[in-house]
């Protein structure tokens, strides 16, 4: 089965950039989205298609894709931006739906 | 407004089959894949199945193919898990979501809670 790998947590200062990322093998031929999920919540769709924001979503969240890796960008990290962040892709050589593990991201 | 909200879950004895459901609101559900979603106390999201806008085909997860069914009614804009034979690591919360083309899932329920427990 087709696995996605994401470190477990990034730490960052408010005002900092924010750097999560998601790796898989050629993940760079595949949509990969992002959510972030806060404690006791739903999660919520924040990037889809490596790089388009849902309406609502502040411009400081980017998304980029090379041949291995995704990434999700967060500029000016805000405390409210405190979360667990997870890629998700549909791996259609498999038909199946994928996440990747979480990261915490902590606002120092 | 699109609005998703399961029910079903609670404290359910091991080997039990509970079915959960999703009420899809402010949006035409039938135009939809749908999806279930669950999440073990303190872990990640897992995908559990897949169902097509028309519900003619399903897909599943490892994990629980051969014990879980992914259902919908279409006409009660409802969508379905059927839970066979629950095993202790199915204890997590459920959530449905929507899916768009591309295959991501912009709306989610607020979960329901399945905790198996003799």
């Known amino acids: 089965s087709y696995v996605v790998t994401q470190a477990p947590s990034v730490s960052v200062a408010p005002g900092q950039t924010a750097s999560i990322s998601c790796g898989g093998d050629n993940i760079g031929g595949e949509s990969v989205h992002w959510y972030q999920q806060r404690p006791g919540q739903a999660p919520i769709l924040i990037m889809y298609?490596?790089?388009h924001r849902p309406a609502g979503i502040p411009e400081r969240f980017s998304g980029s894709i090379s041949a291995n890796t995704a990434t999700l960008t967060i500029t000016r990290v805000e405390v409210g931006d405190e979360a667990d962040y997870y890629c998700h892709m549909w791996n259609r050589g498999s038909d199946r739906r994928v996440f990747g593990g979480g990261t915490k991201l902590t606002v120092l | 407004q699109v609005l998703l909200v399961e029910s079903g879950g609670g404290v359910v004895q091991p080997g039990r089959s509970p079915r959960l459901s999703c009420a899809a609101y402010g949006f035409r559900f039938r135009n939809y894949p749908m999806n279930w979603v669950r999440q073990a106390p303190g872990k990640w999201l897992e995908w559990v199945a897949t169902?097509?806008?028309?519900?003619?085909?399903?897909n599943y997860a490892d994990s629980v193919k051969g014990r879980f069914t992914i259902s919908r009614d279409n006409s009660k804009n409802k969508l379905f898990l059927q839970v066979n034979s629950l095993r202790d690591d199915d204890t997590a919360v459920y959530y449905c979501?929507?899916?768009?083309?591309?295959?991501?899932?912009?709306?989610w329920g607020q979960g329901t809670l399945v905790t198996v427990s003799s």
């Open positions: 169902i097509s806008d028309d519900g003619t085909n399903q």
């Open positions: 979501a929507r899916e768009r083309d591309g295959g991501y899932f912009d709306f």
């Open positions: 298609s490596d790089s």
